[in-house]
């Protein structure tokens, strides 16, 4: 891994500012008609600084940046007044309530939703709030709440975990043995990765749905899936390779999944990395 580099202040600027336009504009929508890709995308960006040289990143970010502009142009322009029911929250907020009580109320909005893709948007949701300027703080937990339509993701979720090196390892062995499509490994990585995140920043255990069939949890451990006969992806190799892609679902599964690879020792590590390998070459 490559050390972390300080993100350029320039960066960070034109960053926040990106966020803030992209709040602006979803500040009195109702509902998304898709998952915004790119601006989640744009925030996993941001986190990929420890995997690349500075000038990578400059590079990195600046296309994300754009990516995100260009998709905001296709949001509608805001108007009229917010709809009542995103605006419970705002009670609360003035009333000086803590970031951990506001955010575990949007991740217990998203969770009973039932919608997998509902708690990733929470999830960078509430990431954004914590980067943003106080004044944007409401913005950001709304757009949280902004119902996404459950088919962002592929697949419909037929079981739940909670987050952890069993949760997973499980997923890595599901789709090193041909288990799992790299698209529902991705999309349960980054459900469970948000899961991980909601429990950092709550102090509360999430459950989440996922989408791997229920034999996906078999333990058998075949030869075929052991670390020394699978091909390891090296984090900074990784990185590149899913920002030279443009894919957001590409990067957005990378960063998830170098996060939570930072938390594993031994097998299990590996096996993430190898999984990601694998998840890269099926989803570019």
Known sequence: MLASVPVPVPARITYIQELEAALAQLDHAAALARMPWALLALNATFYLDRYLTAAAYRVALRAAIDAAGA???????????????LDELQPPVEAGATRQTLYRWVFDRAVSSGNPAQFLLAQHACEIAEVVPESFLSSALRMGLLPVPVSSFAAPPTASATPGARSIEQLS???????????????????????????ELTGHAYAVPLA??????????????????????????????ALASANPLAIMTVEAGLVEAETLHGAPQLLLLAALDRALSGLL
């Open 71 to 85: 998709e905001r142009q296709g949001w509608p322009t805001p108007s009229g007044d917010a709809p009542a029911d």
């Open 173 to 199: 062995r599901a789709l090193l043995r041909h288990r799992l499509t790299p698209r529902d490994f991705a999309e349960s990585l980054l459900v469970l990765h948000a899961a991980q995140r909601a429990q």
């Open 212 to 241: 791997p069939p229920d034999h996906a949890q078999d333990s058998d451990l075949s030869a075929a899936c052991t670390p020394k006969r699978l091909r390891i992806g090296q984090p900074h190799d990784l990185a590149a390779r």
